[in-house]
């Protein structure tokens, strides 16, 4: 197992040995006019690489063939036989593979210890892949999106990150991290920062790009005024749209089959609405992503248009009925009692009207059945007034006693 250390220029390096040794040498980077050998071990970013050393050491004795032994000295010798190695006023010129080997005191195999002697350095030179000159990069809602960070590495080895909004995304390095996500429109022209850092850097070198997310059109539509809508009243729908990018067409739907033609903006004006304005309104908005919309329906409130129905029966039925229909927004009525009239427009008699429009005529013998002829009329609401201000309109059916059957004349007062 290699031990990885790391110096700044000019201070003094200690490599500790091993305890309980009889002897020990050191060996250590070959310099020039040294006697070097090879040996093979990871670096500080795990990459196999042949180091050249020499002897520096034979046990208390410093071999002085090397340039830089004045600056060698033993530390920590004692009789539990320790043999530290320390370095005075290290350089470049230190960095390499150290080994210490020892005999045991117990008389087991040789032990050994190494260390890669290293120059701390910071790391340069941030880049992200991928970069416009804008400092942004580009990404598609819901699809892959991959950011890389690189940096020329330093010593020791950095560690990278990604943040965005104060939250760590990945952590990584050295020399390059990768962060794989898939983007939605919510973080569109955020911010995300690519941050390096080891124990040289007093604070870490940081980089920013802004997130440029493309997205379909996302569409609401808002309608003015608010509140119940009225026959002859005025409506504006607009289709509010969020897109990147911008959209290439947008188009209003009626019953979603129906495009209304001449309306490509985004207000749809409807002046004078009348019943057949009821329905769903679409608003289609695409761009080269795709394609968004929003549907809202609007419901016209209209009064009642009413009359009059009667189902002809033999003169043998003792039952007979006067139905009171109503067809309005909204459908749900109140029925006043129903008026019977003569021909010569005589108040007859009322007769009551069921919840859901229906009058029983009274009971009569079959001899006295031509009573029934006459005009009926029916009074309807459903709380919505008329162009007048009428609240309750009304519909008339004129009823023909003939032999064995009722003949039925109906007529519709429309408002």
């Known amino acids: 197992m290699v031990n990885y250390k790391y110096f700044s220029e000019g201070e003094t390096v200690t490599l500790k040995c091993m305890t309980g040794a009889n002897r020990v040498v050191w060996d250590g980077p070959a310099l020039n006019g040294s006697n070097p050998s090879i040996v093979e071990a990871d670096d500080s970013f795990g990459k196999l690489k042949k180091w050249m050393i020499t002897k520096y050491t034979d046990d208390l004795e410093i071999n002085q063939n090397i340039p830089n032994y004045k600056r060698l000295t033993f530390v920590s010798y004692n009789e539990s036989g320790n043999f530290d190695l320390e370095i005075s ?80 995304l990945k952590i990584g390095g050295p020399r390059r991290i990768v962060y794989e996500f898939y983007p939605n429109r919510t973080i569109h022209h955020s911010n995300i920062t690519c941050e390096v850092m080891n124990n040289v850097t007093e604070k870490p070198l940081t980089k920013s790009i802004r997130l440029d997310i493309k997205y379909k059109p996302e569409v609401l539509i808002s309608r003015k005024p608010l509140g119940t809508l009225f026959e002859g009243s005025k409506k504006k729908l607009c289709c509010e749209i969020n897109s990147n990018p911008n959209v290439m067409f947008m188009l209003w739907y009626k019953d979603f089959k129906t495009r209304i033609k001449n309306t490509s903006s985004l207000c749809l004006v409807l002046e004078q609405v009348t019943r057949q304005d009821s329905g769903n309104y679409t608003c289609l908005a695409g761009n080269e992503i795709g394609n968004g919309s929003s549907t809202t329906s609007l419901v016209v409130f209209y009064p009642p248009t009413v009359y009059v129905e009667y189902n002809n029966f ?59 002829t006459g005009l009926y009329m029916c009074n309807a609401s459903n709380g919505v007034s008329d162009r007048r201000g009428k609240q309750f309109q009304q519909g008339e059916a004129y009823l023909v006693y003939n032999g064995e059957y009722i003949k039925i004349y109906s007529e519709v007062i429309y408002v």
């Not at 019977?340 to 009322?350: A, N, V, W």
């Open 89 to 168: 006023y290290a350089s470049p010129n230190d960095v390499g593979y150290y080994r210490c080997a020892i005999d045991p005191v117990r008389g087991k195999l040789p032990h050994y210890k190494a260390y890669i002697l290293q120059l701390k350095s910071m790391p340069t030179n941030i880049t992200i892949n991928n970069e416009t000159e804008e400092e942004t990069i580009t990404g598609t809602e819901n699809q892959k999106m991959k950011l890389v960070c690189n940096v020329e590495s330093g010593l020791p080895p950095e560690k990278i990150l990604w943040e965005m909004n104060g939250t760590i």
């Open 314 to 372: 033999s003169i043998h039925k003792n039952k007979r009925y006067v139905y009171c229909k109503a067809d309005g927004v909204p459908n749900n009525f109140t029925f006043f009692r129903l008026e019977h009239k003569s021909h010569f427009d005589e108040h007859i008699r009322y007769l009551e009207v069921t919840s859901d429009g229906i009058a029983e005529l009274p009971h009569t013998n079959e001899s006295h059945r031509y009573q029934d």
